[in-house]
């Protein structure tokens, strides 16, 4: 598929915003981090509904009618575009509520908990959402996998993770106290990632083969020998959009790094070894990285995803 610029920017903005309101009210039930703080929370809080905010416009950029967004909302029953616009909805009360209450009040406690709960869930509920959109896409082999969804759900938080322990370790707090829940997101996101990359050209080739069953022979597979036209068209570039596969393991490799080896030796081994005067040079970098390794992941993800009608121009 072809990798809009808006796409990539709302699936990265969003994703980090509700990562980080997915995991803050936990931290703050949990006690790692400090709700009295209330420049903490404006520090975190306001960046994420920023975030938020700015990935949702973006995904409104690539349509031809971008006014009738909108109309989206009203197929909430069949469509997960629609459940997405609506859990984007839901989602800022209770976080609006919230960071009230952290910034403005200085403390989160009586009813305002339920607050933070319902953000995280409605945060979670928003990456659910956004997997499915492609995950219920059959004609693309690639996303149809319970792995997109889990991608989303451990990728958001990890990225979110890194971003609140850079800003935390601004304000004093060392990251060693995020130690546990960064070594959980980032083997997962690995586990997630790793499963993901690891059938994606198994399952293109099994529908490849598949599609040409009924004509070829046992243990053969039909190919194109010439295209239907002389030249792309908008169905090719946008449905059969290829990245050649040496470039794809490299970037694979990028992402790895990135995304997984950095957050991995920054906020999981290093706090146990480093005090904070030094650590914080370490831990922005390391949010930094991250964030570039979750953007060239969600290129890759549309770049390596083809649709099957790709398979009618000769496209393997």
């Known amino acids: 598929m072809h990798p809009a610029a808006s796409v990539i920017l709302f699936t990265t903005a969003s994703g980090v915003g509700y990562g980080i309101l997915s995991l803050a009210p936990l931290l703050v039930a949990f006690g790692i981090l400090p709700d009295e703080d209330r420049w903490l929370g404006g520090a975190l809080m306001l960046p994420a509904l920023g975030l938020v905010t700015v990935g949702l416009l973006s995904s409104t950029f690539h349509l031809g009618h971008p006014e009738r967004a909108w109309r989206a909302l009203s197929q909430w029953k069949s469509s997960w575009l629609s459940r997405e616009g609506v859990m984007a909805i839901l989602s800022y009360p209770p976080t609006l509520a919230y960071t009230y209450a952290w910034v403005s009040l200085g403390s989160v406690d009586g009813p305002w908990v339920w607050a933070g709960f319902a953000t995280v869930l409605t945060a979670l509920g928003m990456m659910f959402t956004t997997g499915m959109i492609y995950r219920s896409l059959k004609p693309v082999p690639a996303w149809a996998t319970d792995w997109t969804v889990t991608g989303y759900l451990t990728l958001g938080p990890l990225t979110g993770l890194a971003v609140i322990i850079a800003i935390a370790s601004g304000f004093g707090l060392h990251p060693v106290r995020f130690q546990a829940v960064a070594i959980v997101f980032v083997l997962a996101a690995a586990i997630a990632k790793n499963a993901y990359w690891a059938r994606l050209q198994a399952a293109w080739d099994d529908h490849a083969q598949n599609a040409g069953a009924a004509i070829a022979s046992p243990g053969n597979t039909v190919r194109s020998i010439e295209w239907p036209h002389t030249e792309a068209n908008y169905v090719l570039k946008e449905m059969g959009y290829g990245v050649a596969r040496k470039h794809a393991e490299k970037l694979r490799r990028i992402t790895r790094n990135l995304l997984l080896v950095a957050p991995a030796i920054v906020f999981c081994l290093l706090p146990s070894l480093l ?42």
């Open 275 to 316: 005090p904070l005067p030094y650590l914080i040079w370490a831990v922005i970098p390391g949010a930094v990285l991250t964030l570039a390794g979750v953007a060239i992941e969600r290129w890759l993800f549309f770049a390596e995803a083809k649709h099957v009608v790709s398979l009618y121009y000769g496209v393997e």
